[in-house]
Protein backbone atom coordinates (compact mmCIF):
# COMPACT_ATOMS: atom_id res chain seq x y z
CA UNK A 1 0.00 0.00 0.00
CA UNK A 2 1.08 3.27 -0.63
CA UNK A 3 1.21 6.47 1.55
CA UNK A 4 -1.41 7.88 -0.62
CA UNK A 5 -3.71 5.18 -0.37
CA UNK A 6 -2.97 4.78 3.54
CA UNK A 7 -4.07 8.57 3.83
CA UNK A 8 -7.45 8.26 2.01
CA UNK A 9 -8.35 5.09 3.38
CA UNK A 10 -7.81 7.07 7.20
CA UNK A 11 -9.83 9.74 5.78
CA UNK A 12 -12.23 7.33 4.98
CA UNK A 13 -12.20 5.54 8.47
CA UNK A 14 -12.18 9.18 10.02
CA UNK A 15 -15.37 10.53 7.77
CA UNK A 16 -16.89 7.01 8.82
CA UNK A 17 -16.38 7.72 12.16
CA UNK A 18 -17.45 11.63 11.67
CA UNK A 19 -21.14 10.03 10.11
CA UNK A 20 -21.86 7.61 12.58
CA UNK A 21 -21.06 9.94 15.87
CA UNK A 22 -23.56 12.43 14.14
CA UNK A 23 -26.12 9.94 13.66
CA UNK A 24 -25.34 9.00 17.34
CA UNK A 25 -26.49 12.27 18.09
CA UNK A 26 -29.33 12.91 15.81
CA UNK A 27 -30.63 9.61 17.32
CA UNK A 28 -32.14 11.78 19.84
CA UNK A 29 -35.38 12.27 18.46
CA UNK A 30 -38.66 13.45 20.43
CA UNK A 31 -41.27 12.34 19.46
CA UNK A 32 -44.21 12.39 22.61
CA UNK A 33 -45.23 15.25 24.41
CA UNK A 34 -45.28 13.87 28.21
CA UNK A 35 -48.37 15.83 29.11
CA UNK A 36 -48.54 15.32 32.92
CA UNK A 37 -45.26 16.80 33.15
CA UNK A 38 -46.03 19.64 30.68
CA UNK A 39 -47.75 22.96 31.94
CA UNK A 40 -49.51 25.74 29.83
CA UNK A 41 -50.00 28.88 31.83
CA UNK A 42 -50.50 32.10 31.35
CA UNK A 43 -50.77 35.36 32.79
CA UNK A 44 -52.57 38.59 32.23
CA UNK A 45 -53.66 41.49 34.18
CA UNK A 46 -57.03 42.52 35.69
CA UNK A 47 -57.46 46.46 37.09
CA UNK A 48 -53.61 45.87 36.53
CA UNK A 49 -53.36 43.05 39.42
CA UNK A 50 -51.03 40.48 37.88
CA UNK A 51 -53.51 36.81 37.95
CA UNK A 52 -52.25 33.69 36.70
CA UNK A 53 -54.08 31.14 34.89
CA UNK A 54 -53.46 27.56 33.35
CA UNK A 55 -54.77 25.01 30.89
CA UNK A 56 -55.33 22.01 32.40
CA UNK A 57 -55.49 19.41 29.85
CA UNK A 58 -54.21 19.44 26.60
CA UNK A 59 -52.41 16.97 23.99
CA UNK A 60 -49.78 17.53 21.36
CA UNK A 61 -47.24 15.86 19.12
CA UNK A 62 -44.06 16.59 18.72
CA UNK A 63 -40.98 15.49 16.23
CA UNK A 64 -37.65 16.98 17.02
CA UNK A 65 -34.49 15.99 16.71
CA UNK A 66 -31.91 19.03 18.13
CA UNK A 67 -29.24 18.14 15.15
CA UNK A 68 -31.88 19.09 12.58
CA UNK A 69 -34.44 21.49 14.22
CA UNK A 70 -35.30 22.93 11.32
CA UNK A 71 -37.01 19.83 10.03
CA UNK A 72 -38.73 19.69 13.63
CA UNK A 73 -42.25 20.32 14.28
CA UNK A 74 -45.36 20.17 17.03
CA UNK A 75 -48.83 20.54 17.38
CA UNK A 76 -51.26 20.55 20.28
CA UNK A 77 -54.77 20.65 21.14
CA UNK A 78 -56.03 22.49 24.26
CA UNK A 79 -59.34 21.36 26.08
CA UNK A 80 -60.27 24.90 26.38
CA UNK A 81 -62.84 24.09 29.17
CA UNK A 82 -60.00 22.85 31.33
CA UNK A 83 -58.96 26.63 31.57
CA UNK A 84 -58.29 28.04 34.82
CA UNK A 85 -58.30 31.85 35.08
CA UNK A 86 -56.94 32.49 38.43
CA UNK A 87 -60.15 33.22 40.37
CA UNK A 88 -63.24 31.55 41.08
CA UNK A 89 -65.30 34.39 39.64
CA UNK A 90 -63.85 34.27 36.33
CA UNK A 91 -63.98 30.14 35.99
CA UNK A 92 -67.87 30.38 36.10
CA UNK A 93 -67.92 32.82 33.27
CA UNK A 94 -64.32 32.45 31.37
CA UNK A 95 -66.51 29.09 29.36
CA UNK A 96 -69.52 31.25 28.54
CA UNK A 97 -70.17 32.72 25.01
CA UNK A 98 -68.50 36.41 25.25
CA UNK A 99 -65.13 34.55 26.49
CA UNK A 100 -64.24 31.31 25.25
CA UNK A 101 -67.39 30.01 23.87
CA UNK A 102 -66.60 26.39 24.69
CA UNK A 103 -69.50 25.08 23.90
CA UNK A 104 -68.95 26.23 20.00
CA UNK A 105 -65.19 25.74 19.87
CA UNK A 106 -63.77 23.55 22.51
CA UNK A 107 -60.65 23.01 21.90
CA UNK A 108 -57.85 25.55 20.96
CA UNK A 109 -55.04 24.78 18.39
CA UNK A 110 -51.60 25.05 18.02
CA UNK A 111 -49.21 23.89 14.52
CA UNK A 112 -45.96 25.04 13.81
CA UNK A 113 -44.91 26.34 10.69
CA UNK A 114 -40.87 26.51 10.98
CA UNK A 115 -38.46 26.21 13.80
CA UNK A 116 -34.82 28.37 13.25
CA UNK A 117 -31.81 27.78 14.98
CA UNK A 118 -30.74 30.77 17.12
CA UNK A 119 -27.96 29.13 18.36
CA UNK A 120 -27.07 28.34 21.73
CA UNK A 121 -29.97 25.47 21.85
CA UNK A 122 -32.47 28.35 21.41
CA UNK A 123 -35.08 28.37 18.73
CA UNK A 124 -37.96 30.71 17.04
CA UNK A 125 -40.58 28.53 16.45
CA UNK A 126 -43.54 29.78 14.18
CA UNK A 127 -47.05 28.46 13.88
CA UNK A 128 -50.76 29.56 13.71
CA UNK A 129 -52.66 29.95 16.87
CA UNK A 130 -56.43 28.92 16.29
CA UNK A 131 -58.29 29.92 19.67
CA UNK A 132 -62.22 30.37 19.07
CA UNK A 133 -62.70 29.96 15.69
CA UNK A 134 -60.18 32.28 14.88
CA UNK A 135 -56.67 31.26 12.94
CA UNK A 136 -53.33 34.10 13.69
CA UNK A 137 -50.22 33.81 12.84
CA UNK A 138 -47.47 33.54 15.83
CA UNK A 139 -44.38 33.16 16.70
CA UNK A 140 -42.43 32.48 20.34
CA UNK A 141 -39.04 31.76 21.20
CA UNK A 142 -37.91 28.31 22.53
CA UNK A 143 -35.58 26.92 24.22
CA UNK A 144 -34.35 23.91 24.89
CA UNK A 145 -32.47 21.39 27.16
CA UNK A 146 -32.14 17.87 27.73
CA UNK A 147 -33.74 16.40 31.00
CA UNK A 148 -32.19 12.48 31.24
CA UNK A 149 -33.67 11.28 28.16
CA UNK A 150 -36.61 13.68 27.93
CA UNK A 151 -36.35 17.14 26.00
CA UNK A 152 -37.42 20.52 28.12
CA UNK A 153 -38.72 23.16 25.74
CA UNK A 154 -39.31 26.28 27.65
CA UNK A 155 -40.50 29.68 26.44
CA UNK A 156 -43.79 32.80 26.43
CA UNK A 157 -44.94 34.39 24.18
CA UNK A 158 -47.97 37.53 23.96
CA UNK A 159 -51.07 37.69 22.36
CA UNK A 160 -53.64 40.11 22.20
CA UNK A 161 -56.87 38.63 23.57
CA UNK A 162 -59.49 40.85 21.24
CA UNK A 163 -57.53 39.33 18.16
CA UNK A 164 -59.08 36.42 18.86
CA UNK A 165 -62.49 38.30 20.50
CA UNK A 166 -62.00 36.54 23.48
CA UNK A 167 -64.01 38.77 25.76
CA UNK A 168 -67.16 40.28 23.48
CA UNK A 169 -69.32 42.73 24.56
CA UNK A 170 -68.84 44.99 27.18
CA UNK A 171 -65.42 42.94 27.74
CA UNK A 172 -63.72 44.29 24.63
CA UNK A 173 -62.62 47.50 26.86
CA UNK A 174 -59.19 46.67 27.65
CA UNK A 175 -58.98 49.50 30.80
CA UNK A 176 -60.13 46.33 33.52
CA UNK A 177 -59.05 43.16 31.98
CA UNK A 178 -56.01 43.86 29.82
CA UNK A 179 -55.93 43.03 25.89
CA UNK A 180 -52.41 41.61 26.42
CA UNK A 181 -51.58 38.27 27.62
CA UNK A 182 -48.34 36.19 28.37
CA UNK A 183 -48.53 32.80 27.26
CA UNK A 184 -46.01 30.36 29.26
CA UNK A 185 -45.48 27.05 28.51
CA UNK A 186 -43.03 24.27 29.64
CA UNK A 187 -43.72 21.22 27.69
CA UNK A 188 -41.37 17.91 28.07
CA UNK A 189 -40.59 15.59 25.76
CA UNK A 190 -39.65 12.10 25.60
CA UNK A 191 -38.00 9.64 22.87
CA UNK A 192 -41.04 7.43 21.78
CA UNK B 1 -74.54 72.28 89.50
CA UNK B 2 -71.41 73.93 88.48
CA UNK B 3 -71.41 74.10 84.57
CA UNK B 4 -68.85 72.16 82.56
CA UNK B 5 -65.38 73.61 82.24
CA UNK B 6 -65.59 75.61 78.94
CA UNK B 7 -62.70 73.34 77.69
CA UNK B 8 -64.55 70.28 78.91
CA UNK B 9 -67.24 71.27 76.31
CA UNK B 10 -65.66 70.12 73.20
CA UNK B 11 -62.63 68.44 73.82
CA UNK B 12 -62.69 66.38 70.59
CA UNK B 13 -59.92 68.23 68.52
CA UNK B 14 -60.71 69.30 65.12
CA UNK B 15 -58.48 66.55 63.98
CA UNK B 16 -60.15 63.61 65.93
CA UNK B 17 -63.59 65.10 64.55
CA UNK B 18 -62.64 65.31 61.04
CA UNK B 19 -61.04 61.88 61.15
CA UNK B 20 -64.14 60.60 62.81
CA UNK B 21 -66.35 61.34 60.02
CA UNK B 22 -64.17 60.74 57.35
CA UNK B 23 -64.00 57.29 58.48
CA UNK B 24 -67.95 57.05 59.67
CA UNK B 25 -68.61 58.49 55.56
CA UNK B 26 -65.77 55.46 54.67
CA UNK B 27 -67.62 52.77 56.37
CA UNK B 28 -70.86 53.36 54.99
CA UNK B 29 -69.80 54.11 51.59
CA UNK B 30 -67.13 51.13 51.28
CA UNK B 31 -70.11 48.46 53.33
CA UNK B 32 -72.84 49.69 50.66
CA UNK B 33 -70.24 48.99 47.96
CA UNK B 34 -69.32 45.46 48.95
CA UNK B 35 -72.97 45.00 49.14
CA UNK B 36 -73.90 46.01 45.89
CA UNK B 37 -71.12 44.66 44.25
CA UNK B 38 -71.10 41.41 45.37
CA UNK B 39 -74.41 40.67 44.17
CA UNK B 40 -73.73 42.51 40.50
CA UNK B 41 -73.24 39.64 37.57
CA UNK B 42 -70.02 39.08 36.59
CA UNK B 43 -68.92 42.31 34.64
CA UNK B 44 -66.58 45.00 33.69
CA UNK B 45 -68.14 47.16 36.16
CA UNK B 46 -68.02 44.71 38.70
CA UNK B 47 -64.13 43.65 38.71
CA UNK B 48 -64.19 47.71 38.85
CA UNK B 49 -66.23 47.74 42.04
CA UNK B 50 -63.87 45.05 43.39
CA UNK B 51 -60.68 47.40 42.44
CA UNK B 52 -62.37 50.27 44.28
CA UNK B 53 -63.96 48.54 47.15
CA UNK B 54 -60.46 47.12 48.05
CA UNK B 55 -58.41 50.89 47.55
CA UNK B 56 -61.22 52.44 49.73
CA UNK B 57 -60.35 49.17 52.55
CA UNK B 58 -56.75 50.25 52.33
CA UNK B 59 -57.31 53.87 52.73
CA UNK B 60 -60.12 53.36 55.22
CA UNK B 61 -57.52 51.18 57.24
CA UNK B 62 -54.73 53.66 57.37
CA UNK B 63 -57.09 56.34 58.30
CA UNK B 64 -58.02 53.93 61.02
CA UNK B 65 -54.75 53.74 62.51
CA UNK B 66 -54.02 57.62 62.25
CA UNK B 67 -57.26 57.88 64.09
CA UNK B 68 -56.34 55.47 66.67
CA UNK B 69 -52.44 56.88 67.32
CA UNK B 70 -54.14 60.41 67.74
CA UNK B 71 -57.08 59.04 70.29
CA UNK B 72 -53.93 57.06 72.12
CA UNK B 73 -51.63 60.26 72.17
CA UNK B 74 -54.24 62.34 72.52
CA UNK B 75 -56.98 60.86 74.65
CA UNK B 76 -61.02 60.91 74.37
CA UNK B 77 -63.23 63.53 76.56
CA UNK B 78 -64.76 61.39 79.56
CA UNK B 79 -68.72 60.69 79.88
CA UNK B 80 -70.78 63.15 81.02
CA UNK B 81 -71.40 63.25 84.85
CA UNK B 82 -74.20 61.36 86.24
CA UNK B 83 -74.00 58.31 83.34
CA UNK B 84 -74.59 54.86 84.96
CA UNK B 85 -72.05 53.05 85.47
CA UNK B 86 -73.40 50.08 82.84
CA UNK B 87 -73.48 52.85 79.95
CA UNK B 88 -69.71 53.78 80.52
CA UNK B 89 -68.83 50.19 80.16
CA UNK B 90 -70.79 49.79 77.52
CA UNK B 91 -70.14 52.36 75.45
CA UNK B 92 -66.14 51.56 76.60
CA UNK B 93 -66.76 48.50 75.13
CA UNK B 94 -68.58 49.34 72.01
CA UNK B 95 -65.66 51.90 70.92
CA UNK B 96 -62.80 49.18 71.70
CA UNK B 97 -64.87 46.83 69.33
CA UNK B 98 -65.32 49.15 66.76
CA UNK B 99 -61.78 49.85 66.45
CA UNK B 100 -60.73 46.23 66.49
CA UNK B 101 -63.66 45.38 63.88
CA UNK B 102 -61.78 48.40 61.73
CA UNK B 103 -58.90 47.56 61.66
CA UNK B 104 -59.29 43.80 61.48
CA UNK B 105 -61.90 43.76 58.35
CA UNK B 106 -60.05 45.64 55.62
CA UNK B 107 -56.85 43.03 56.79
CA UNK B 108 -59.76 39.64 56.23
CA UNK B 109 -60.46 41.39 52.82
CA UNK B 110 -56.99 41.89 52.15
CA UNK B 111 -56.35 37.88 52.84
CA UNK B 112 -59.37 36.88 51.24
CA UNK B 113 -58.62 38.40 48.23
CA UNK B 114 -54.88 36.44 47.83
CA UNK B 115 -56.54 33.45 48.72
CA UNK B 116 -59.19 33.83 45.89
CA UNK B 117 -55.96 34.60 43.59
CA UNK B 118 -56.30 38.67 42.94
CA UNK B 119 -53.56 40.66 44.49
CA UNK B 120 -54.39 43.74 45.69
CA UNK B 121 -52.61 46.47 43.96
CA UNK B 122 -53.44 49.94 46.03
CA UNK B 123 -55.07 52.50 43.08
CA UNK B 124 -53.53 50.02 40.48
CA UNK B 125 -49.67 51.29 41.14
CA UNK B 126 -48.85 49.82 44.61
CA UNK B 127 -49.10 46.07 45.21
CA UNK B 128 -49.42 44.60 48.75
CA UNK B 129 -48.13 41.25 49.56
CA UNK B 130 -49.82 38.50 48.89
CA UNK B 131 -49.58 36.82 52.41
CA UNK B 132 -51.28 33.96 51.76
CA UNK B 133 -51.09 31.66 48.51
CA UNK B 134 -54.10 30.71 46.19
CA UNK B 135 -56.61 28.42 48.21
CA UNK B 136 -60.12 28.84 47.04
CA UNK B 137 -61.55 26.81 50.23
CA UNK B 138 -59.28 29.08 52.39
CA UNK B 139 -60.84 32.75 49.96
CA UNK B 140 -64.44 31.13 50.62
CA UNK B 141 -64.09 31.08 54.71
CA UNK B 142 -62.51 34.71 54.81
CA UNK B 143 -65.19 35.37 52.40
CA UNK B 144 -67.84 33.93 55.58
CA UNK B 145 -65.22 35.67 58.19
CA UNK B 146 -65.18 39.28 55.82
CA UNK B 147 -69.19 38.80 56.21
CA UNK B 148 -69.76 38.29 59.70
CA UNK B 149 -67.66 40.61 60.85
CA UNK B 150 -69.09 43.47 58.90
CA UNK B 151 -72.65 42.28 60.05
CA UNK B 152 -71.11 42.71 63.89
CA UNK B 153 -69.48 45.97 62.87
CA UNK B 154 -72.96 46.88 60.95
CA UNK B 155 -74.35 46.02 63.90
CA UNK B 156 -71.91 48.74 66.29
CA UNK B 157 -72.45 51.21 63.93
CA UNK B 158 -76.34 50.98 64.98
CA UNK B 159 -75.59 51.19 68.66
CA UNK B 160 -73.47 53.53 68.38
CA UNK B 161 -75.57 56.27 66.13
CA UNK B 162 -78.53 55.44 68.45
CA UNK B 163 -76.84 56.12 71.49
CA UNK B 164 -75.42 59.29 70.30
CA UNK B 165 -79.44 60.43 69.41
CA UNK B 166 -80.32 58.41 72.76
CA UNK B 167 -77.68 61.16 74.34
CA UNK B 168 -78.72 64.21 71.90
CA UNK B 169 -82.95 63.87 72.39
CA UNK B 170 -83.66 62.11 75.79
CA UNK B 171 -80.67 62.97 77.90
CA UNK B 172 -80.10 66.07 76.17
CA UNK B 173 -76.16 66.08 77.10
CA UNK B 174 -73.05 67.25 75.14
CA UNK B 175 -71.55 63.82 73.95
CA UNK B 176 -73.40 64.12 69.92
CA UNK B 177 -72.64 67.99 69.97
CA UNK B 178 -68.96 67.07 70.65
CA UNK B 179 -68.56 65.07 67.43
CA UNK B 180 -71.07 67.58 65.56
CA UNK B 181 -69.79 71.57 67.36
CA UNK B 182 -73.08 73.24 65.38
CA UNK B 183 -75.12 71.24 67.22
CA UNK B 184 -73.80 72.68 70.84
CA UNK B 185 -76.97 74.22 72.72
CA UNK B 186 -74.76 76.65 74.11
Known amino acids: MTSTSLRSAFAALALLAATLASHTASAVDYTRLVTDKSALSFTYKQMNAPMEGSFKRFKGTIAFDPAQPAKGSASFDIEVASIDVGSPDGNGEIGGKQWFNAAQHPTARFVSSSIKPLGNNRFEVAGKLTIKGKTLDVSTPVTYRADGANGVFEGAFAIKRNDFAIGEGPWVDTSIVANEVQIKFRLVAAPK | ?186
Not at chain 2, 44 to 54: E, G, I, R
Open chain 2, 1 to 186: MVPPHPLHRSPYTRTAISLHWLVGLGLVGTFALGFYMTGMPFSPAKLQYFSWHKWAGVTLWLLIVARLSWRLAKGAPAAPAGMPGWQRAASEWTHRLLYLLMLTIPVSGWLMSSAKGVPTIYFGVLPLPDLLARDNELGNSLASLHLALNYGMAGLVVLHVAAALKHHVIDRDEVLARMLPFLRRT
